[in-house]
């Protein structure tokens, strides 16, 4: 069974130039989230879908984050414009959804690694 | 505010001893507790977890222990191997979305 992709795994660019990243989920998974690991801290959810609605965005940053998951399969976080504290690893993780969650059935890609510089 | 606390930034061990990591929260509403470990440029992979209404969970090498009342659970590695050498993150789960409150984790040193 193929796992979550994310693409590009690494990226480097400047201060208030744009960046967006690519997940796409495990076959099936309805549910997909989107992370961001600040080094030195644990992860910390952005937002999360339900197919392609938003379950929760309480923690992104409107102003400058945004993401979408177009028919409810593949999504894509962008941030425009970058801040240096945007220095991170976004992880993107997918999930069956269920009546009741447990840790063992949400799968976690590799991440996408951000330096803002 | 910090819900998830991983005091302990680093822990090295000896291969073949116990590894004890720890973890406190500050939220009694959350009834599912998890471990995840993470080798670097990977993703989290998850390790156990426990509900609320035990008091300890065994898988293999990996025993994770609950104290409800202290708010505090701790993950138990016997005997330590240096392949366990990751980051190791204790986290709560909110069952019905999915979402995950994690602590800062400890980075895990096995030597051989």
């Known amino acids: 069974e193929a796992g979550v992709a994310q693409s590009p795994r690494y990226k480097i660019i400047e201060k208030r130039q744009s960046v967006a990243f690519w997940c796409n989920p495990i076959?099936?998974?309805?549910?997909l989230y989107w992370y961001q690991q600040i080094l030195g801290q644990g992860p910390k959810l952005l937002i999360q879908?339900?197919?392609?609605?938003?379950?929760?965005d309480s923690q992104l940053p409107k102003d400058r984050f945004s993401a979408e998951r177009l028919k409810g399969v593949d999504s894509t976080l962008k941030i425009q414009p970058a801040k240096l504290e945007d220095s991170a690893v976004y992880l993107c993780?997918?999930?069956?959804?269920?009546?009741?969650?447990?840790?063992?059935?949400?799968?976690f890609g590799e991440g996408s690694w951000l330096t803002v510089v | 505010d910090q819900q998830v606390k991983q005091n302990s930034p680093s822990l090295s061990v000896q291969e073949g001893r116990i590894s004890i990591l720890n973890c406190d929260y500050t939220?009694?509403?959350?009834?599912?507790f998890l471990w995840y470990k993470k080798y670097p440029a990977e993703g989290p992979t998850f390790l156990i977890s426990i509900s609320s209404i035990k008091d300890k969970n065994e898988d293999g090498r990996f025993t994770v222990f609950l104290n409800k009342s202290a708010k505090h659970l701790s993950l138990h590695i016997v005997p330590s191997q240096p392949g366990d050498s990751a980051v190791y993150f204790c986290a709560l789960i909110t069952p019905n979305t999915g979402k995950l409150i994690f602590g800062q984790g400890t980075t895990l040193q096995v030597k051989p």
């Open positions: 076959s099936g998974h309805a549910t």
């Open positions: 993780a997918s999930s069956f959804p269920d009546t009741r969650f447990s840790g063992n059935t949400i799968y």
């Open positions: 939220n009694s509403m959350f009834d599912y």
């Open positions: 879908f339900q197919n392609n609605g938003v379950v929760d």
